[in-house]
């Protein structure tokens, strides 16, 4: 079974930084896409950043400049460094990953992130 466990969430003040880690079970080259989805309270998941095989990657618009997602296949981890971090940014953190194979998407069980004084 292909599971994806997430790392890295905690308490930061603004302006501060933390690293986001997905690790998964298998070789991430099962997988297409992977990126970083959160979910703050009352508001609906978002898209935060995704990053395919060959390296393309996408930001929502409030992170661009402040977040980097990057792959480490040798690892099979994905991570989301968080740079400049505001309270707005205060969510639970999902990893997603597209499977190849299947279309199917894997998601983990989030790690939260609080951004406050």
């Known amino acids: 079974q292909v599971q994806l466990v997430e790392s890295g969430g905690g308490l930061v003040q603004p302006g501060g930084s933390l690293k986001l880690s997905c690790a998964a079970s298998g070789s991430i080259f099962n997988f297409y896409t992977m990126g970083w989805y959160r979910q703050a309270p009352g508001k609906q998941r978002e898209l935060v950043a995704s990053i395919t095989l060959g390296s393309r990657t996408k930001y929502e618009d409030s992170v661009k400049g402040r977040f980097t997602i990057s792959r480490d296949n040798a690892k099979n981890t994905v991570s989301l460094q968080m740079n400049g971090l505001r309270p707005e940014d205060t969510a639970v953190y999902y990893c997603?990953?597209?499977?190849?194979?299947?279309?199917?998407?894997?998601w983990g069980q989030g790690t939260q992130v609080t951004v406050s004084s």
């Open positions: 997603n990953a597209e499977m190849i194979a299947t279309r199917k998407d894997v």
